[in-house]
């Protein structure tokens, strides 16, 4: 069994709104660990050690906005998918974590990976 990351090609029998929903979604989560890892790698080092605050003023509002956005996507990408009962908070829970929307997205996957192997 292999470890790799699924997907959304993957996943058969899900429909192309929400492949789409869910593509979104990884692309989102992407960007907002990314800036997250940016925020407390390298600005807030640079602040904290340098007396450089500008990184975290600019760095920090663009992470404000992707997270908001996230979040606004995993409801959507939520509805569209009917995704498990445990996806929405994990979601949420994850976009406070270092590397946690990556997790988030890899156990997403391999999930519904799984669901749709169970119905089929």
Partial sequence: ???TQPTTEQIPNLRRKQKSALKNLTIMGYLEGTSFLLLL?????????????EGVRYIGMAHGV??????????VAAIK??????????GVLG????????IFDHFLKKSLKKSVKTTA
């Fill in 1 to 3: 069994m292999s470890q």
């Fill in 66 to 75: 992707l997270f908001i956005a996230y979040i606004v996507i995993l409801m």
């Fill in 81 to 90: 998918i009917k995704m498990p009962l445990w996806a929405i908070p994990a």
């Fill in 95 to 102: 976009s406070f974590l270092p590397f946690g929307p990556f």
């Fill in 41 to 53: 790698g390298i600005a807030m080092p640079l602040k904290y050690m340098m007396g450089i605050s």
